[in-house]
């Protein structure tokens, strides 16, 4: 507001009338300045609000980009040479990853500056600086089996971007966009992702079925639908040596690897990989040949287009004192209008990858990647099962089920 001119010697906001002349009441007056001040002190919450959601945004992009240049840094084996070396300068990790000397300068300043490596001398002329990692980052970013190994998450976001313009113009017919579009990014991702827990963890995780892995560990027979490239399969055969485990997935290119990976390992005689539908019993069945002592699912359920199918599948194939133990996203019990990190996290992941992907399969149901615990129960129930139990393993992204009956 601007000030008017003095009128019997007092400044009056301009445009405000002088109460001589107006037949409004005193509570008139105050209560036109009570609705003003409300309307201004909206005015002002929604432009704070807008100037943090401005804020998030552009923060946002940092570490999105820098995600893709630590997948850039992985495709080009640029900390393998790092590492191999102690300490690089730009000419040195160009020669060593056979990329472009100022290429290689300029990634090695910008992993400095986004603190994933260090630099002796940040004052030395830009090709006589040295880099190398600092302590602990290559159990993050090269140690496929350490606990801390995140280099997934990088590749799974270069996957999901790279189908991003099939998946938007998939949005108005519904057809989804099929897994394989996703690339290699995608399925590599998520094998690098779960390969740590499924080689450090899966013992912890088993020893909530203490009378499963007590038969497993004499003989019987695993089937592990949805088992991607391969590495739960390989870790259920490693921590049961006398049982035979059959991996299924409807994925091609997954298949493939996972057969690889068996072959390499020399599990082959114990481990098979099969391209088959898992909610096909009688295909399950003869895979199988056999009553399976343990069905495990992780974190394919929320994918499959008829999950209460798969479950179906997977009891009648179960022998009678066998069990399902099923993987999947720790979300929250029920929807809320703001979510936490892993709400976000899922919610994102369901827009972009998994929604599309699963709409791709079929018609039947379209889930998308939070799957929470009343729904899993649901569709237990409808598959036949009579008991589903939430086990209380410690996971920072994953839910587990027991499914018996």
Avoid: K
């Avoid at 946002?60 to 300068?89: H, K, M, N, Q, W």
């Amino acid at each position: 507001m601007t000030l008017s001119a003095r009128q019997d010697g007092l400044i009056r906001p301009s445009g405000m009338a002088d109460s001589r002349d107006d037949n409004r009441s005193v509570g008139e007056l105050t209560g036109g300045m009570s609705e003003q001040n409300a309307q201004r002190a909206a005015a002002d919450s929604a432009a704070s609000a807008a100037g943090e959601l401005a804020d998030r945004l552009i923060e946002s992009l940092a570490p999105a980009l820098e995600l893709l240049t630590i997948e850039f840094g992985r495709r080009l084996g640029l900390y393998e040479a790092v590492l191999a070396r102690g300490s690089v300068d730009p000419l040195e990790l160009s020669q060593a990853a056979g990329i472009h000397r100022r290429v290689a300068r300029e990634w090695l300043e910008q992993q400095t500056a986004a603190g994933l490596l260090d630099v002796d001398d940040a004052a030395a002329e830009p090709d006589r600086r040295r880099f190398m990692l600092p302590p602990g980052h290559a159990a993050v970013l090269l140690e496929p089996e350490s606990p801390a190994y995140a280099m997934g998450a990088a590749t799974m976001f270069s996957g999901t971007a790279s189908a991003f313009e099939a998946v938007v113009a998939a949005a108005a017919t519904g057809e989804g966009v099929s897994y394989g579009t996703f690339g290699a990014g995608v399925r590599h991702g998520l094998q690098q992702l779960n390969r740590p827990g499924f080689v450090s963890d899966l013992d912890d995780w088993l020893a909530w079925m203490p009378d499963i892995t007590e038969r497993l560990r004499d003989g019987g027979l695993i089937l592990d639908l949805g088992c991607g490239t391969g590495w739960s399969s390989v870790a259920l055969a490693r921590l049961f040596p006398r049982a035979q485990v059959v991996g299924v997935d409807l994925d091609d290119a997954s298949i493939a690897e996972a057969r690889l990976l068996a072959a390499e390992l020399g599990l082959g005689g114990r481990l098979r990989f099969e391209n088959a539908d898992a909610t096909d019993r009688r295909q399950l069945a003869a895979l199988t040949g056999a009553p399976v002592d343990l069905v495990t699912i992780f974190e394919a359920l929320h994918d499959m287009n008829e999950p209460r199918q798969a479950l179906e599948a997977a009891r009648a194939v179960l022998a009678e004192t066998g069990a399902v133990l099923v993987g999947d996203e720790r979300v929250a019990e029920a929807f809320g209008s703001r979510g936490d990190f892993l709400e976000r996290l899922n919610y994102a992941f369901s827009v972009l990858h998994c929604l599309p992907a699963t709409m791709a399969e079929g018609t039947g149901t379209a889930n998308g990647t939070v799957l929470r615990p009343s729904t899993v129960r649901a569709w237990a129930a409808d598959a036949g099962f009579v008991n589903t139990t939430v086990l209380g393993i410690e996971h920072p992204f994953w839910r587990f089920y027991r499914m018996d009956g």
